[in-house]
T-cell receptor, first 113, second 114 residues
Framework: RKEVEQDPGPFNVPEGATVAFNCTYSNSASQSFFWYRQDCRKEPKLLMSVYSSGNEDGRFTAQLNRASQYISLLIRDSKLSDSATYLCVVTGNYGGSQGNLIFGKGTKLSVKP | DTGVSQDPRHKITKRGQNVTFRCDPISEHNRLYWYRQTLGQGPEFLTYFQNEAQLEKSRLLSDRFSAERPKGSFSTLEIQRTEQGDSAMYLC????????????FGQGTRLTVV
């Protein structure tokens, strides 16, 4: 089983649609969880951290279920500018502290007019 | 510019040659990470440092790869006897040690082995 697995995608949606991305991780000792966004030929950039209580940032909502080792990202009212690859990221556990960042393969989103 | 910088941005080399890349992290960041990314894949972990100590190295990493961070500031990644399969984007990132902290990435070094 891969350490971080994401929906294979791509997702092609019209403007205004709601889209959900799912991610599972294998290491139950993982400490921190993130969604990163990567535009074509650019470096990854943090979209949002994911907390156990769930968190929202404008049109974006992230959820974490530690028991199921599952992370989700919901994008509401999608915009053309949301077109990118979304990377699920989980940290390893190094001696009880946050270890390296482990990336999923990414899910590509294309928002069409 | 106070972000993560990588040098060079592009490198074309012949198979069998050695290459070295440099990464300058954000100055106050203790942690520095190296990743490799190929088309259609997420970044693949190579190694990471906390200050000058190399804490983890990917088990998938060939002995031809070595990284250093001698003074806990900039880091170098060397690939010896390059192979065509080494062609990829090499990304460096840095972060503080705080839990849930953001890692900031450089723009990467694109390596092409011919």
């Amino acid at each position: 089983r891969k350490e971080v697995e994401q929906d294979p995608g791509p997702f092609n949606v019209p403007e205004g649609a709601t889209v959900a991305f799912n991610c599972t991780y294998s290491n139950s000792a993982s400490q921190s969880f993130f969604w990163y966004r990567q535009d074509c030929r650019k470096e990854p950039k943090l979209l949002m951290s994911v907390y156990s209580s769930g968190n929202e940032d404008g049109r974006f909502t992230a959820q974490l279920n530690r028991a199921s080792q599952y992370i989700s990202l919901l994008i509401r009212d999608s915009k053309l500018s949301d077109s990118a690859t979304y990377l699920c990221v989980v940290t390893g556990n190094y001696g009880g502290s946050q270890g390296n960042l482990i990336f999923g393969k990414g899910t590509k989103l294309s928002v069409k007019p | 510019d106070t972000g993560v910088s990588q040098d060079p941005r592009h490198k074309i080399t012949k198979r069998g040659q050695n290459v070295t890349f440099r990464c300058d992290p954000i100055s106050e960041h203790n942690r520095l990470y190296w990743y490799r990314q190929t088309l259609g894949q997420g970044p693949e972990f190579l190694t990471y440092f906390q200050n000058e100590a190399q804490l983890e190295k990917s088990r998938l990493l060939s002995d031809r790869f070595s990284a250093e961070r001698p003074k806990g500031s900039f880091s170098t990644l060397e690939i010896q006897r390059t192979e065509q399969g080494d062609s990829a984007m090499y990304l460096c990132a840095s972060s503080s040690m705080t839990v849930n902290t953001e890692a900031f990435f450089g723009q990467g070094t694109r390596l092409t082995v011919v």
